[in-house]
């Protein structure tokens, strides 16, 4: 049920503010960027659609997390207005995202952007790295490893995106895969730079598989990718690419957990929320929910 009083903090009922708090930039350590483009899809259109939703959705969730026994709306969140995509132009329209990533970095507070598809990854990874002389790392949780060099005639497809933003970062780990084409294993084997964690080995060794390697990762700002494909359908369905076998909330959200005690994060993004019909506010709000525990893990870590 909403809320029409929330405590601590200035909020109003804005479907354009994320949890529709209304923080000033200058009072706020979290800066949400939302980019409404899926020019880089493959599979199902509509990820344009995405940001609007779920920030939508996120002025229902209550702002004091029960299981984290935190508020993390208290460390301050600022909204930024939507970045215009370039219109069919996925590298584009990264390189804008990675200046605008650059900006709040700069300022010292922690990017948050929401896509969008996936391929406004490699402009946020690119961006940082060089802010970082190129000693970032990059962390990923996806259904897909998105390594092709080339799919569907462009190199900045979501299906490439990972190929493009590892090729901005030192050490890359790829989180809850279960699908992928030979050209992308070809690769990933002959990479020394970047791992696979395949969903099953989640399922199979729980969340030590996902701790042991993070702790082998080198001592380098991190930043984490979350495509939400990476779920299971049944908890998810509302994406481009949806894949069987995914994880679950639980999961999800031990992943994370696990990532964000583990690692410094310094950035972080959700992409590939694709509202669909017949869901209403259940994906858009689980979506939302997500990114405010990423939030939230973020401010405990």
């Given at each position: 049920m909403a809320r029409a009083i929330r405590p601590g903090g200035p909020w109003e009922p804005n479907p354009s503010l994320f949890l529709g708090y209304n923080q000033s930039y200058e009072k706020s350590k979290y800066v949400v960027l939302p980019v409404p483009s899926d020019s880089g899809s493959t599979c199902l259109p509509g990820a344009r659609f995405g940001p609007q939703e779920l920030i939508s959705a996120s002025r229902f969730l209550e702002p004091y997390d029960p299981e984290l026994d935190f508020s993390p709306a208290d460390a301050g969140i600022h909204t930024l207005q939507p970045l215009e995509p370039v219109q069919g132009d996925p590298r584009s329209t990264a390189e804008r995202v990675g200046r605008q990533v650059a900006a709040i970095y700069s300022s010292n507070?922690?990017?948050?952007?929401?896509?969008?598809?996936?391929?406004?990854?490699?402009?946020?990874?690119?961006?940082?790295?060089?802010?970082?002389?190129?000693?970032?790392?990059?962390?990923?949780?996806?259904?897909?490893?998105?390594?092709?060099?080339?799919?569907?005639?462009?190199?900045?497809?979501?299906?490439?995106?990972?190929?493009?933003?590892?090729?901005?970062?030192?050490?890359?780990?790829?989180?809850?895969?279960?699908?992928?084409?030979?050209?992308?294993?070809?690769?990933?084997?002959?990479?020394?730079?970047?791992?696979?964690?395949?969903?099953?080995?989640i399922r199979d060794g729980g969340v030590d598989v996902i701790s042991e390697a993070m702790r082998r990762l080198p001592p380098h700002p991190t930043y984490l990718s979350l495509d939400l494909d990476v779920m299971d359908p049944g908890a998810m369905p509302c994406v481009g690419c949806p894949e069987p076998g995914g994880l679950d909330w639980w999961e999800t959200t031990g992943v994370l957990e696990a990532v964000f005690r583990l690692v410094d994060v310094i950035a972080f993004d959700l992409t590939e929320f694709t509202p669909c019909p017949g869901s209403g506010l259940s994906s858009a709000y689980t979506a939302a929910k997500l990114l405010y525990k990423m939030i939230a893990l973020s401010e405990l870590s």
């Open positions: 507070r922690i990017p948050v952007i929401v896509g969008g598809d996936h391929s406004i990854t490699p402009g946020a990874v690119s961006a940082l790295s060089s802010e970082l002389g190129g000693d970032l790392n990059l962390v990923v949780l996806d259904a897909h490893l998105d390594l092709y060099d080339e799919y569907g005639g462009s190199r900045f497809s979501h299906a490439c995106a990972i190929r493009r933003a590892a090729e901005a970062s030192r050490k890359t780990v790829i989180i809850g895969v279960r699908s992928a084409g030979i050209e992308e294993i070809t690769f990933l084997r002959n990479s020394s730079g970047i791992q696979a964690i395949w969903s099953r080995e």
